[in-house]
């Protein structure tokens, strides 16, 4: 495939990106992603942004359950023009199929992790959380930074509406028993 460029990026054709194009246009910068079949790149990352993905990473990866696995940089095929990457998925262990692959499918998604940025906020607050809803995403935790430290906000699908209902906002401490058991003592961003 072949696309036009436009300041160094490749323009849209008519009807707009599809899932499949993030996989077939070349140079893409990392963590590229797609929303409304428009491409939305990543910006450079806050040392705070930082931090709270591997602190989360490590502590999802230690106390998640076998039949579960914990991946950064990977999207979520939602349907044609949509394939977001949240900052952090959960997913089934047996959707990982070969070393290759670069999305899952939201049925696959046990929680899907945003860590807000200034330049995300809109969509991590509310296009992305909608999206996942509407896809059957059962969990989904939106990281805002206060006071230096994580806060987390954490959702949990309600089926009959595919809408998140808000389940609690964690300060220091992250403590839960869905979708696994998870304790996590988010003053420790500094101490890996």
Known sequence: MSAAREYGRPRPPEGGWTADDLDRLPNLPPHTGLIDGSLVFGSAQTRFHSRTLRLLDNELLAQ????????????????????????????????????????????????????????????????????????????????????????VYVYELDPATRAYTAVGIYHNRLKLSVPFPIDIDLTEIDNL
């Open 64 to 151: 998640a359950p076998e039949h579960l696995d914990v991946d950064r940089g990977m999207t979520v095929r939602l349907d044609d023009k949509n394939r977001p990457e949240p900052d952090i998925v959960v997913f089934r262990a047996e959707a990982a199929t070969h070393s290759d692959q670069t999305w899952y499918e939201p049925e696959d998604v046990v929680l899907a992790v945003e860590v807000v940025s200034p330049d995300s906020r809109a969509r991590d607050r509310e296009v992305k959380p909608r999206k996942y809803a509407a896809a059957g995403v059962p969990h989904f935790w939106r990281v805002e930074k206060s006071n230096d430290l994580p806060v």
